[in-house]
């Protein structure tokens, strides 16, 4: 590997990396006073509604990546894959293609159940996932404020079953956690923005998951952070209107037949 940096310290160290630098962009975008009109919550509900400070939620999110990080290493180290064995071997575009999918749908399936075991179980919710809920207006780098024992299981362990169910080298993925990493950035970032490609082609998006956030969404929406599909088969699925809110922005209003009394 050129500059004697291996794919596997690519892949633990780049997703961290661009987790801060694309929500450091979104921190950017919301600092312009022309983007109010695409905020899902105004500057003031983000600031009196969210029950952590926001110096909080950095340190949280680094505690979060160091785990991460170690766990990542002692992952590759245990698989053992041959980098430079492989390095010169073009993959095929399909092959990845293949790879890809099948991550994202592992993700997909894995994240669903224990997310939805976490709201379902009151000792875990109470103790471990209401930590994440105390942002109730979701921003970009708070996306991976977890309580460290959630951020193992959902992220961690849901991560290494992706990469080692789908087959893909290291080298594919730094490509691909660094794209589930933008792609959770995104739900969280509290904006709906015109063109942009992640609210265009998921239906899994910023506005989707804010309805999970708020208090009539929490028992639905489970699903993260690709796909809609578990939602849907299982009944979880809270089906949403984007409203223009009084005062500028958009609000994310769920169907009245499926807002809880």
Request: hydrophobic residues 45%; glycine residues 6%; proline residues 3%.
């Amino acid at each position: 590997m050129e500059f004697g940096v291996s794919d596997e310290l690519l892949g633990t160290i780049v997703p961290i990396v661009v987790y801060w630098v694309y929500s450091g962009l979104y921190v950017l975008l919301g600092s312009f006073n022309q983007l109010e009109n695409y905020r899902l919550h105004s500057r003031k509900d983000e600031d009196e509604k969210n029950l952590v400070s926001k110096a909080s939620v950095v340190k949280g999110v680094l505690l979060q990546q160091f785990l991460q990080a170690i766990v990542a290493i002692l992952l590759f180290t245990v698989t053992g894959t041959d980098t430079d064995a492989n390095a010169d071997q073009p993959l095929s575009l399909i092959v990845l293609a293949r790879q890809f999918l099948i991550a994202m749908f592992v993700m997909d399936a894995w994240q669903y159940f224990m997310h939805r075991y976490m709201h379902h179980n009151k000792f875990l919710y109470r103790h471990i996932h209401s930590l994440h809920h105390r942002l109730v207006v979701p921003y970009a780098f708070g996306a991976l404020y977890n309580h460290p024992v959630e951020g193992l299981v959902n992220d961690t362990i849901g991560g290494a079953l992706s990469f080692l169910l789908s087959g893909m080298s290291p080298r594919a993925s730094i490509f691909f956690f660094s794209f589930a990493t933008i792609k959770t950035v995104d739900d969280h970032c509290g904006l709906w923005l015109p063109g942009n490609l992640f609210q265009v082609l998921f239906k899994n998006n910023t506005a989707y998951h804010d309805v999970h956030h708020q208090l009539y969404g929490s028992k639905y929406n489970f699903a993260q952070p690709f796909f809609v599909v578990w939602d849907r088969i299982l009944g979880t699925y809270m089906p949403y209107t984007l409203e223009k809110r009084a005062g500028g922005g958009f609000e994310a209003r769920p169907k009245k037949d499926h807002k809880d009394d």
